[in-house]
C-alpha cells in the first residue's frame, strides 16, 4: 500500500495527475500510436473476405468444430434432424418462435421446430459447444497477439423483452422492458460465458460467477464497469482468486481508504484525498466467516451472485460483511492507485471493455430480427436465449478469426504483404459487414456432409426419366 501511495504522489509531482482538496483529478489519456499500416492490411482483409450469409457460416464451423454432435449428445441421425436444430439455434438467439421460424425455413414443421427449441433448453449442452468452438478460435495464432489469457471484460446487455417475462425490467437508458445476458469477454476475444440475469441487478457476483464456472482457460482478473462492483464483491473475488477491476463512476470523488492508526505512511501530497477508517480488528475478526463463504462458492454449494446478495449489503452488521467490506476498501484503494499511476493499466482496462460492447454490437445484429416472443417465461428458456446468442456470436467471431488466419498465411507465403505482430494486435473478428443476417434460412450441407455426417446418406436425387 505505501509503494502504491508513493507512486501516486510521483505521478503528482510530476504532474501526471492533480490534486483538488480531496479529489485526485486523471488527465485524458493520449491517443494510443497505432502501426501506420494498420488502415490498410485491415481493408485489405476485409476485402479478402467473401460475402456469406450467416447459415453458411454456420454449417462451416460446425463442419470444423462439430458443435452440433455436442448439442445433441451424439452424431446427428439425419440432414432433417440437422436443419432443425441449427433453425432451432437460430430462433434462440433471434427470439423467434417456432411458428415463425416456420416460415423462414421452408419444409420445417412447428411441431418439429418446438421440439428443436426444447432440445437446446438441456443444461449443459451450449455451454459444451460454446466451449469447443471458442477452442478452435483460441487455436489459430493470431490470437495470441490479442491479449493476456487471463484477462476478461464483463458487462450485460438489455435484451428488448415484453410484459410476460417475470425477468423484465425497464431499461434505465431505453425506458422499454428488457431482460440482460451477462457475458465475459476475454482478452484474446470470444464469449467464454454467459448468463441470464435481471438487468438492475448490481452485477458484482455475476463477474465472479462467470469467472470461476467457465471451462476455457483460467481467468484472474476480470474488467468491470461501476455495475460489476461492490467492495464486498471485491473482497470475495480475491478470496477465490478472481481480481474485479472496476471503471468506477465518479472516480475523481473517491477517496483512498486507509487502515486506522497511522499503520501506513502516507505522503504528505495525499493525506487531504485518504480517509483512515479501515478496521484491522474487524478484518480479523471476520475472516472465519468471510472464508467459510468464498469456500462454499469455489465448492459450487453457493454461487457467488447469491454470496454477494445474502452476505454482501443484506447481511450489513455481520462479522462476515464488515470484514469483506473493509477488505474490499482496501482493495479498492489499492486498484485506484493503480488506475491513476500505471497508464497502460488504465488503457488495457479502457481497451477490454471498449472491446466487449463491440462484442456486444455483433450480438445486437445477430439478434435485431428477433419479434420479442413470449419465450423465457422459464429459466431454462432464458438460459438457451443467452447461451445460443453466445454460440452464434462465437460462430461469426471464429470464421472471421479463420478467414483472418487463411489470408495473413497466404501474404506470409507468396511474400505479397508482411504483418508484423503489433499491427495483428489491433485486428479484430467482431466485423460483420460481409455478413448477411437476412433472408430464407438455407442450409448447403453436401460440401460439409462428410465431417458432420459421416454415417448418413446424401438424399437421392429424384429420376428424371421415371414417369
Request: with cysteine; charged share 25%.
Amino acid at each position: 500500500m505505501e509503494v502504491a501511495l508513493e507512486h501516486v504522489a510521483e505521478a503528482i509531482e510530476f504532474e501526471e495527475l492533480e490534486i483538488e482538496g480531496t479529489k485526485i483529478h486523471q488527465h485524458r489519456l493520449a491517443a494510443h500510436d497505432t502501426p501506420p499500416d494498420l488502415p490498410d492490411v485491415r481493408d485489405a482483409l476485409v476485402a479478402s473476405f467473401p460475402m456469406i450469409q450467416l447459415p453458411e457460416i454456420i454449417v462451416d464451423i460446425d463442419a470444423r468444430v462439430r458443435f452440433s454432435w455436442l448439442l445433441i449428445g451424439r452424431e446427428p441421425a439425419s440432414e432433417e434432424e440437422l436443419l432443425y436444430l441449427y433453425v432451432a439455434l437460430l430462433g434462440h438467439a433471434m427470439d423467434i418462435g417456432a411458428k415463425r421460424l416456420s416460415m423462414m425455413a421452408p419444409g420445417l414443421s412447428v411441431s418439429g421446430l418446438t421440439n428443436a427449441l426444447q432440445l437446446l433448453e438441456e443444461p449443459g449442452s451450449l455451454r459444451r459447444a460454446n466451449a469447443a468452438t471458442l477452442e478452435f478460435m483460441q487455436a489459430h495464432p493470431l490470437a495470441v497477439h490479442w491479449g493476456n489469457a487471463e484477462d476478461c471484460a464483463a458487462d450485460a446487455m438489455s435484451l428488448d423483452a415484453t410484459r410476460h417475462l417475470w425477468l423484465a425490467r425497464t431499461d434505465p437508458k431505453l425506458r422499454n422492458l428488457s431482460t440482460a445476458t451477462y457475458v465475459h469477454t476475454l482478452a484474446r476475444h470470444g464469449i467464454v460465458y454467459d448468463q441470464p440475469i435481471p438487468l438492475t441487478r448490481r452485477q458484482d457476483g455475476a463477474a465472479i460467477e462467470g469467472a470461476l464456472r467457465q471451462t476455457v482457460m483460467p481467468i484472474r482478473r476480470v474488467m468491470t464497469d461501476t455495475h460489476g462492483y461492490s467492495a464486498y464483491g471485491i473482497a470475495l473475488g480475491k478470496f477465490v482468486a478472481v481480481d474485479l477491476c472496476p471503471r468506477l463512476k465518479s472516480f475523481r470523488d473517491r477517496r483512498l481508504h486507509l487502515p486506522r492508526g497511522g499503520r501506513v505512511k502516507i505522503p504528505d501530497v495525499l493525506k487531504p484525498a485518504c480517509l483512515t477508517d479501515i478496521s484491522l480488528p474487524a478484518i480479523i475478526e471476520g475472516w472465519p466467516d468471510l472464508s467459510k463463504v468464498a469456500d462454499a462458492v469455489v465448492g459450487g454449494r453457493l454461487s457467488a451472485v447469491l454470496a454477494c446478495e445474502r452476505h454482501g449489503t443484506a447481511a450489513r452488521g455481520q462479522k462476515g460483511y464488515r470484514a469483506g467490506h473493509q477488505l474490499g476498501l482496501l482493495l479498492r484503494t489499492l486498484h485506484q492507485c493503480d488506475t491513476l499511476s500505471i497508464p497502460d493499466f488504465r488503457r488495457a482496462t479502457l481497451r477490454l471493455l471498449n472491446d466487449n460492447e463491440r462484442t456486444h454490437t455483433l450480438q445486437r445484429q445477430i439478434r435485431r430480427a428477433g419479434s420479442r416472443s413470449r419465450r423465457g417465461r422459464r429459466a431454462e428458456e432464458l438460459g438457451a436465449q443467452s447461451g445460443a446468442l453466445a454460440l452464434v456470436t462465437n460462430l461469426v467471431m471464429a470464421w472471421n478469426t479463420h478467414q483472418m488466419q487463411g489470408t495473413l498465411d497466404r501474404w506470409r507465403m507468396t511474400g505479397e504483404r508482411r504483418v508484423d505482430s503489433e499491427t495483428v494486435r489491433h485486428l479484430t473478428p467482431m466485423g460483420f459487414e460481409h455478413i448477411n443476417f437476412d433472408g430464407v434460412l438455407s442450409f448447403t450441407l453436401d460440401q460439409h456432409r462428410v465431417r458432420i455426417l459421416p454415417s448418413s446418406q446424401p438424399p437421392k436425387a429424384p429420376d428424371r426419366a421415371a414417369g
